[in-house]
């Protein structure tokens, strides 16, 4: 299975979470992962991959980061019937309690009204916050990741997402 993880990220968090992404997902035989950074990447690269993995932090209070911000109009734009995706995100639930993660819904949302699979929803149990788009039925259209708040959970929760990830594609 070709795997592409297309990620923004400001401060480092989702692309070193990106990186510890792909080093599980290789040891999927038969898999390759490459890592696309959206600051210059193309999204129509997104038709070349069998699983489409999309990093984004939430930013500004809700918001997409800028790169994706910049790339949204684009991903509105795209046919996402039959495709492969899954969603992480980094973000702040002490700092940004009432839009933890939100960009995970911002993305997840589109892709699914588009037509998109959606793979690796994860729950919300073991974090603390008031509101996030990012939640539907008690589960993140993704993995959540605060590296702001629970630095030491990171590299367990990435680990056992490319589990979940891995059973559900069957790879
Ligand atoms: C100005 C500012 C606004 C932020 N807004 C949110 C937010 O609305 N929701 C959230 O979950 N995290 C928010 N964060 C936290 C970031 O998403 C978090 O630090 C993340 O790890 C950054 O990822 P990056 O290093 O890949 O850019 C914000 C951080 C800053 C500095």
């Avoid at 999309?54 to 500004?60: L, M, Q, R, Y």
């Avoid at 991903?75 to 039959?82: E, H, P, V």
């Avoid at 994860?122 to 708040?149: C, K, R």
């Avoid at 367990?156 to 594609?169: F, G, K, M, N």
Wanted: with cysteine; charged share 20%.
């Amino acid at each position: 299975m070709k795997i592409g993880i297309f990620l923004g990220s400001t401060t480092g968090n989702t692309e070193a979470a990106a990186n510890a992404l792909k080093a599980e997902l290789d040891k999927a035989e038969g898999s390759s992962c490459e890592i696309l950074n959206v600051k210059t990447a193309d999204l129509d690269a997104i038709k070349g991959f069998d699983l489409t993995i999309i990093g984004c932090p939430t930013w500004n209070v809700g918001e997409l980061q800028e790169d994706w911000a910049a790339q949204f109009p684009g991903l509105q734009g795209m046919d996402f019937s039959g495709r492969k995706l899954a969603f992480f995100g980094c973000g702040d639930q002490v700092g940004y309690l009432n839009n933890f993660q939100d960009a995970l819904g911002i993305l997840g949302n589109v892709a699914v009204a588009k037509g998109a699979e959606v793979y690796g929803f994860w729950s919300t149990e073991g974090y603390d916050f008031v509101q996030s788009e990012g939640v539907i039925d008690q589960h993140f259209l993704g993995l959540a990741l605060d590296d702001d708040n629970q630095p030491d959970q990171t590299q367990a929760r990435i680990e056992a997402w490319s589990r979940q990830l891995r059973a559900e594609l069957g790879i």
